[in-house]
């Protein structure tokens, strides 16, 4: 009954919910392996309601809030589809049309949600893969582009300038931030909470997930996994032309190529036990100097959590 499965999750139970791409239905299986039918008629269609008469179309990508509600990425009906604990199914954006359009609920429309995640707010991030960017969408159904340009490729920066290749799977952290499998660049990919995007590294995946504490991110690609380490350093914006940030160090290099003003820059050290901020101001006079304001910098390192 569970064939065709496309996507899975627990809830902190330990309960999975599965979907079938093939039946159009969710199941759930619960702690001692008993498998029971949790939402669709298996009906193939578009029909809201009681989970018993919900129907689906293409249900695949899934994931789960705190509170238990279930979002369903549906390839079939091009919308994010939620199920409450009590069964009833709704729609909580997307409105069938292959368009990328921002709006609120049905307004709103994506073009091929093929990932989805949901952070500690209730936020809920989707990969619209064929459109080469991540979208986002508020707990009242407020869809905007959370990052990506929408052109095909590999750049870093910030969130709304980067580029993709066909993003898939997608996972996020106790902090916000997102991590994700960069299909097409072979690439994991990292969008901090305060939006900007990073390469972790190289890698063939179909998706990504994390561990329970946070600090290790799982790369899955049918029977392989992989794993990367998460503790680190984050940085909150672009430093200035020519100097580079080392999120395994927190070190800052480089060579400034252009002059720029005095800017705060605001480092996090973070591993599972928590996190540590400190700032830094840069000032680039000339392409030739950087002056480095940092008066009595100290912040804790990942190892100190330990």
């Known amino acids: 009954v569970t064939d065709g499965a496309a996507g899975m999750v627990a809830d902190v139970a330990g309960n999975l919910y599965l979907t079938s791409g093939i039946h159009d239905q969710i199941w759930k299986i619960d702690v001692s392996g008993h498998k029971t039918l949790y939402a669709g008629s298996g009906t193939r269609g578009y ?45 909580l954006a997307g409105n069938g049309k ?11 429309s994506f073009f091929s949600p093929r990932g989805i995640v949901v952070d500690d707010s209730g936020n809920v991030y989707v990969a ?48 916000g931030n997102i991590y994700l499998m960069d299909g097409a660049n072979n690439k994991v990919r990292k969008i901090s909470s305060s939006g900007i995007v990073s390469t972790l590294g190289d890698a063939t995946a179909s998706t990504v997930a994390l561990s329970e504490d946070g600090t290790t991110l ?27 940030f080392d999120t395994k160090t927190g070190y800052i290099s480089g060579a400034p190529t252009a002059a720029s003003s005095a800017t705060d820059y605001h480092i996090t050290a973070y591993n599972a036990g928590g996190s540590s901020t400190a700032t830094v101001s840069i000032a680039v006079q000339n392409e030739d100097d950087a002056e480095i304001f940092a008066p009595q910098i100290s912040y804790v390192t990942p190892q100190n959590y330990i």
């Open 47 to 91: 029909a809201d309601g009681p989970a018993n008469v919900a129907q689906f179309n293409g249900p695949g990508t899934i994931a789960i809030d705190k509170d238990g509600n279930l979002y369903i990425g549906e390839g079939g009906n091009l919308r994010i589809r939620k199920i409450t604990p009590d069964g009833t199914v709704t729609t």
């Open 98 to 108: 292959q368009i990328v359009v921002n709006g609120t609920g049905d307004n709103a």
């Open 128 to 175: 619209d893969t064929y459109a080469d960017v991540i979208r986002k969408i508020t707990p009242p159904g407020e869809v905007t582009t959370y990052a990506g340009t929408g052109a095909q490729g590999s750049e870093d920066g910030v969130a709304l300038s980067a580029t993709f290749y066909n993003p898939i799977g997608l996972a996020c952290d106790a902090y």
């Open 218 to 244: 799982f790369r899955i690609l049918r029977e392989n996994v992989a794993t990367i380490g998460l503790s680190g350093y984050s940085i909150d914006k672009l430093l200035p032309p020519g100097l580079k």
